[in-house]
């Protein structure tokens, strides 16, 4: 590539997606001259996904812009909570996300997962048919150009992985109303309802249950009730008021 050179800065968030030598302030780029300045950042290795403002010489500009020479580009970071206008806010999750798929669930987001791996083109199409917000750890997953939107997860922790999704987005919580295996609405349901997929010690232990009206799965708190409600409530003490303040408008 021999054209045009630019001045790139890299928000810190942004920095581990570009090479050492572009983590500095005002890195030099050589451009073609014709490619636009969404192609540019994205050979720098930023997905598009985690671009927010695009500055040139301190204004902002559109994707389209083609960069000229001298022109001092600043990549900021994606403002949070981050809006996703034109559906209902609910995300699409890769096979590489099971644990975070499940507990968006336990906490009452809409979050569909293929357990199976369907391939980068089947996921792309259905986050595009479903109006889902694809969440990937997959950099090329998320530049494919006909998902409906995309967000890089950054941590390979689920514990962190999910901090980051509410803190970026602040999804509606309702905790305990959805299912954790299918993403299907739960139910209260009554003892003798569900006894048939009830095991002997379970009918009689205990007596609150509740059932996916998709799946049929029957759930009930048993042992490993008190590490679930420990996640709930960490997360609705943490993120719950930004998320009301979203559902609000406030």
């Not at 540019?40 to 000229?68: C, I």
């Amino acid at each position: 590539m021999n054209g045009p050179v630019i001045f790139v800065s890299v928000a810190p968030e942004l920095r581990l997606f570009v090479s050492p030598e572009r983590r500095v302030a005002a890195a030099p780029v050589v451009t073609d001259g014709v490619s636009t300045l969404g192609h540019v950042v994205e050979s720098l290795g930023v997905p598009l996904t985690e671009a927010g403002a695009l500055l040139v010489d301190g204004r902002p500009v559109p994707v389209s812009h083609v960069p000229a020479e001298g022109e001092r580009v600043e990549i900021e970071a994606v403002a949070r909570p981050q809006e996703v206008p034109g559906a209902p806010l609910r995300f699409l999750l890769d096979v590489h996300l099971g644990t975070l798929a499940r507990r968006l669930r336990l906490l009452g987001v809409d979050a569909a997962y293929e357990s199976e791996d369907i391939g980068d083109p089947a996921l792309a199409a259905l986050s595009a048919a479903e109006r889902r917000v694809l969440l990937s750890r997959d950099r090329g997953l998320l530049r494919r150009r006909e998902i409906w939107a995309g967000a890089y997860v950054y941590s390979d922790r689920p514990e962190e992985q999910l901090r980051d999704v509410l803190g970026r987005f602040a999804p509606a919580l309702a905790p305990w109303t959805r299912c954790t295996a299918c993403n299907g609405p739960l139910q209260d349901a009554d003892k003798d309802s569900v006894r048939e997929h009830l095991e002997h010690g379970t009918r009689h232990t205990y007596d609150v249950f509740a059932q996916c009206l998709a799946c049929g799965r029957v759930y009930w708190r048993g042992a490993h009730h008190a590490r679930l409600e420990a996640i709930v409530d960490g997360a609705v003490r943490e993120f719950g008021a930004a998320a009301a303040r979203r559902v609000s408008g406030v």
